[in-house]
């Protein structure tokens, strides 16, 4: 049984920043930098509009909470939504939480618990079988991104499979999963970019990597966050709240930072006031990747 909550909320600046949850400037403020790739940028010329969850556990999110045939015509119209607003072309994905962090540490005192392969292919092959995209969601717990990437190498060798990477839940020694808010360095996404980048190279398709982000102590190092070829790189602004509030986040993390691509999430059960397609275009840039949870 899957027994991690969501801890998202978005706190008011002054509440937010007593509590050392949010800088009180953005942590990375640069130009935004042009994707230029071989290979092709998925992201330069698309918009991806993703379900996320898991099919084990509705409370993780809408995936979980609908039949197969429900999520993959709710995501076509969900995209159908974001091409009608305008901008650019849409693409629909099945995010997936494929390595779950959990409250207790399990057998191997990892505080994760893998999915199964049949499940995560499961779920890969009915996107694409249905024109979607596959995002493969990682959250390490007190393991490595480089030891959670490993049994998933075959997975993401599938032309249409993506990932993402959890930084909440990247936990340091002593620190539990859903207590404290976690932390992934630099170095660790620029591992999982550069085995992105070699598959990419392999299979001549280009790879998305999206990063979850709402506090600043989340990515401590963002500045040194570099690029790799064949790879789109998404910061995704996570958390809910009103649209005040996670606009102000939306500014911060995406906005004011120099990673190619941005995103943001939407909760369908939190967010008090949940965005329009129209209202989330109207953000400053655009969102590249648009996550409902």
């Known amino acids: 049984m899957l ?41 330069a010329g698309n918009r991806l509009v993703t379900y996320y969850g898991n099919p084990l556990s509705g409370a993780m999110g809408i995936l979980g909470q609908l039949s197969k045939s429900a999520l993959v015509s709710g995501i076509d119209s969900r995209a159908a939504q974001y091409r ?38 499961e779920y890969a092959n009915l996107a694409a079988a249905n024109g979607l995209l596959f995002i493969a969601d990682v959250q390490v717990g007190q393991s490595t991104v ?42 660790e996404i620029n591992y999982a970019q550069n085995l992105l980048s070699n598959i990419a190279s392999n299979t001549g398709q280009q790879k998305i990597l999206m990063i979850h982000q709402f506090a600043g102590l989340m990515l401590p190092d963002k500045g040194n966050i570099g690029s790799a070829p064949g790879v789109d790189l998404a ?4 958390g809910w709240g009103g ?3 996670k606009i102000q986040h939306y500014d911060m993390f995406v906005r004011d930072s120099s990673i190619p691509f941005g995103g943001i999430k939407l909760f369908f059960d939190q967010d008090p006031n949940l965005m329009t397609a129209a209202e989330a275009l109207s953000l400053t840039p655009k969102p590249d990747v648009i996550i409902y949870q």
Do not use: C, Y
């Open 3 to 43: 027994r991690m909550s969501r801890r998202r909320l978005l706190l008011g600046a002054a509440g937010a920043a007593a509590a050392g949850v949010l800088p009180t400037t953005p942590v990375f403020a640069a130009p935004r930098a042009k994707a230029q790739d071989a290979l092709g940028s998925i992201l």
């Open 243 to 245: 649209q005040s509030i």
């Open 84 to 121: 009608d607003a305008g901008g650019k072309p849409t693409l629909g994905a099945i995010h997936m939480v494929v390595t779950v962090a959990q409250g207790s540490p399990g057998d191997d005192g990892m505080w994760r618990a893998r999915m199964p392969a049949s499940l995560i292919g």
């Open 235 to 238: 910061i995704v602004m996570d």
């Open 146 to 187: 480089q030891d959670e990437l490993a049994p998933l190498m075959q997975i993401l060798n599938q032309p249409n499979v993506h990932l993402a990477l959890d930084p909440e839940f990247d936990m340091w020694t002593g620190q539990q999963p859903g207590v404290e808010i976690g932390h992934m360095t630099a170095s």
